[in-house]
C-alpha cells in the first residue's frame, strides 16, 4: 500500500513512513433553512436507523455519549446526535487543512520549485553552485527529484563543481529539515547514490525513463537565501490531486506542510471559519494533521467542511479530494465501504471517525458524519459500516466519473527556461 506513494509517512496516528441545482448559500445554518419551504420529501427511517445504530453501541457496552452523528441533505438535516458537541477528530481535521488550502490557492494550484545556477557550463560540468528554491511543495518525493535530475542532464549539466544549496521551502520525502531534504536531493539526482529505496520507487516509473547522473563535486549544504540565474521550474501536482493523494492515505505530514504554507494551524482555522461560519466552540484544533486527541471537531462542523469542499468541485464534489469504497488502496483498503462513496477515516487510540457524502440519483447528495471515541476502534469501524451500508442500501447511488490520476514524476511539469 504504501509503495504507491514513494515513501513511508505517518497514517492517521500510527508512525511510519445529475444533482439538483438548489441549494443553500454556506452561509445559513440548517436552523435557518427551517425557515424555508421546499418541494423535498426527507428519506423516510433514517431517525430509525440513526436509533438503531446508537442503540447496537450501547448494547456493546458503549455510552450514547461517546458518540456524534450528523446526517443531512443538501438543503434539510436529516438526523443527529449530539452533533453540535465537538469530539476528537482524529484524522477529520484533514478535511479543514483540505478546505483552507482550496480556499487559498484554489484547485488547480501547483506549487513551483525553481532550480538556478551561478557560473556557466561548459562541456556538461557547471562551474558554480547549483540551487534549488523550494516554494512549498508538499509532495516532492523520490519519483519527482528522478524527473529533475534527468531535466539537469537534459539541460546539458552532468557536474557540479561547485556546492548544491538548497534555500527556501524545500521539502523532500516530507522531511522539514531543508538540510535533510538537500542530502535526499543529491542522492537522488545521481543514481549511483541510489539506495534500495530509491531503486524501487524508480521502477514504478515508466520503462524508459533514465537514470539520472548529476555529479555534485562541492558540498550538500541549506542556507535561507541565495542568488542565481533560474534555468529551471518545477511544477508540483495540481492541488486536488496534492489533497487526493493526502486524504487517502491520511498522510500526517503531507497535512502539516499544507498548513505550514497557509501560515500554520491558526490560518487555517481562521479560513475555515469565515468560510463556513463554523461557531468557534464547535471547532478546537491544534495541528492540520489529527494527530492527538486535543483536535475536536463537532459532527455538524465536520458537515459545513464536506459542504463548502462540495463547492470547489461542481462535477464530483467531495469524491475529487477523498477515497472511493471498493475503488481505491489507502485507509479504505480494508473497510467495507460502498463502492464509489467517497469518505474520510478518522483514527486514534479508541476514536474512529468517518465522514463523506453518499451520491444519490433522487435526493442529491447525503453527507453523514460519524463520530465514536472511548472504545473499541474495530468495534466502531465495524457498526460505522453496518450504518453507512445501510444509508446507502436506502437511495439508489448515483455513479461519478472517474478522474485520471496524474502520474507522479512526470517531466512534462519541469520545464527548462532557457539553453544553457
Sequence with gaps: MLDLIGLSFLIEGLPFWGEPDLKPMKTLAWEELALFSFDYTSPSGVETQLQTYLQRLSDGGSSRDSHGVWLASEWQMLAQHQGKIPQSAASL??????????????????????????????????????????????????????????TLNDAGIKQ????????????????????????LLAQALHHQQWSSAVEKQYQKLPPDTPRPAVEISGKVRQQSNAAGETIIRHHSLPLKELLHRMNIY????????IARSLG????????????????????????????????RLSPRAVFKLLAAIEEHFPANGVAAILPRGGMETGTVRD????????VKTGTLNKVSSLAGAIPTKNHGKIYFVIMNQNGNVETFRQQQEALLQELAQQ????????????????????NIIAPL
Excluded at 166 to 177: I, L, P
Excluded at 280 to 285: K, R, S, T, V, Y
Design 93 to 150: 481535521t484533514k478535511l479543514a487543512t483540505s478546505l483552507a488550502a482550496l480556499e487559498t490557492y484554489g484547485a488547480d494550484y501547483q506549487f513551483e520549485t525553481v532550480v538556478k545556477k551561478t557560473g556557466a557550463v561548459k562541456n556538461g560540468v557547471l562551474q558554480g553552485d547549483l540551487i534549488i528554491e523550494g516554494g512549498g511543495d508538499p509532495f516532492f518525493i523520490w519519483e519527482e527529484a528522478i524527473a529533475l535530475g534527468n
Design 160 to 183: 557540479v563543481k561547485g556546492d548544491l544549496i538548497v534555500t527556501g521551502d524545500f521539502f523532500m520525502n516530507y522531511k522539514r529539515d531543508r538540510a535533510t531534504s538537500a542530502k
Design 250 to 257: 491520511s498522510n500526517n505530514q503531507m497535512a502539516e506542510l
Design 264 to 295: 500554520g494551524i491558526e490560518r487555517v482555522m481562521e479560513i475555515v471559519t469565515t468560510t463556513t461560519e463554523i461557531p468557534p466552540n464547535e471547532i478546537q484544533l491544534i495541528n492540520a494533521s489529527g494527530l492527538g486527541r486535543e483536535n
Design 335 to 342: 473497510r467495507a465501504i460502498p463502492n464509489g462513496i467517497p
Design 395 to 414: 437511495w439508489k447511488i448515483s455513479s461519478l466519473s472517474q478522474e485520471d490520476t496524474l502520474r507522479v514524476g512526470n517531466p512534462e511539469r519541469i
